[in-house]
């Protein structure tokens, strides 16, 4: 039975970043499998099943999307989800697997039959090309056929080296999952077969580059005219991420791969050459100059985790492409602490701890209702905002590994007690790596909470594509002039951080005014 990648919410890919279960080992269900890591966190893959692990079908290192292959599993079908495997599909998958064995054992050839890898959640692909004929002699990755659904077309190559016997399907066939594509015979001299890659390709006139490059690379490529107004370019999804990074148009890039497939090394090729070919000075950001730190004393180098080195990346982005404005503000909230003080009792009961975060959180709420403008996102196209008509908000969670921005789900819906659980679940799951990856996705506006560390103010950095921030420092009481004299009051340091192109300093001024006036009073909330 096919093991797959599970659900990765609004996530692209992940990478494969440990293979728990080694090939022909007994597996029982709960048993992680592989770990995968996103740009924010990591997730177990466990096994669905008992069963015996026959083979993977992804490796360390492996970028890997919902629904990608991991491996293939023998099941006990008192356990297995679904219908049991019938004898002729057990027979197959052990033909494909022991023939190259087999047959160097005896010293004789064996057939074996080449099948449509899974398609997910597509039922039928069409046949567009057929790339090998009967009596062909073929090779591991060479292309035998290219599957076409309505979204995009995908290269199904040769999981090992052998000669076809029979070829199963002709143009504009449909075929589903697990059907036939080749037979192939193979003799004592081939290595045990390999799953196949399967590349998604589709067809553009160029693919596009980034809006506001930041490297020579970038400019380079993007003032270079394209080579063709119409070409099919063959690339996996993990070099087209990085061409997007990067700026580079891949119907400029020359693919070194089967029928053309770009890989990374060919990007990265055409990068240098670009560079070498066409000198940008200024068009790049200057590096900081290394500096040999030994010379002046004692120095040790402690690695960062990935987390924060992909936080690292993460900030130096959002800091690069969002011009930011930050407004600072103190709220009076003298009075929703003491409301919240005789809360205590009836908190301890309900086994909650009810801090001003969940306050906070309520406010903002009301006030990106009012402001929908704080609660979008500028269109890639430069020319729209996309405001989202539902509100989660990412509070930053400060953790071992690194800054982390778990996702409280419409919060606009939640009374005080439910937040309040909301806040301490996702942290306490935050320290103990126990997030899934949806628990880090779909944030519209992010609360950073420094607490009894936060000071007086603090520049918060837009969690892009997000627009705006909101940083809250130390309560501190202060005295405040009532008119007649100074009272002690107490008062809580906000700073808002907002994308200029979006959100001007009227906006800023207006919602930082509103969102002042609820903690300072909050019955307004109930208004």
Known sequence: MDLLIPSLGDIEEVEVIELCIAPGSSVSAGDTLIVIESDKASMDVPAEFDGVLESFAVQVGDRVAEGAL????????????????????????????????????VGATSNIEILVPDLGDIEEVEVIEVAVAVGDAIHFDSLLVVLESDKASMEVPAEQEGRVVDVAVGVGDRVASGAVIVTVEVSSAIAEPQQPEVVAATTVAAEPALANPASPQSVVDVAAAPRSTHSTIYAGPAVRRLARELGV???????SGQRGRITKDDLKHHVKQQIAATPTPGSGIPEVPAVDFSRFGPVHEDA???????????????WLNVPHVTQHDSADISDLEEFRQSLKAEASQRGIKLTPLAFIIRAVCYALAQMPKFNSSLHPDKQHLIVKDYINIGVATNTEEGLLVPVIREPNTKGLWQLSEDIADLAEKARNKKLALDDLAGGTFTVSSLGALGGTGFTPIVNAPEVAILGVGRLATQPVWDGSEFQPRQMLPLSLSYDHRVINGADGGEFMRLLTQLLADVRRLAL
């Open 70 to 105: 991991i491996g293939v599993m023998t099941t006990d079908t008192s356990n297995a989800p679904g219908a049991p495997e019938t004898s002729s599909s057990v027979e197959q998958r052990v033909d494909a697997v022991a023939a190259p064995e087999l047959a160097q054992a």
């Open 249 to 255: 148009s891949l119907d400029r890039v020359k693919g």
């Open 304 to 318: 960062m985790t990935r987390m924060q080195q992909q936080v690292a990346v993460n900030m130096q982005r959002s």
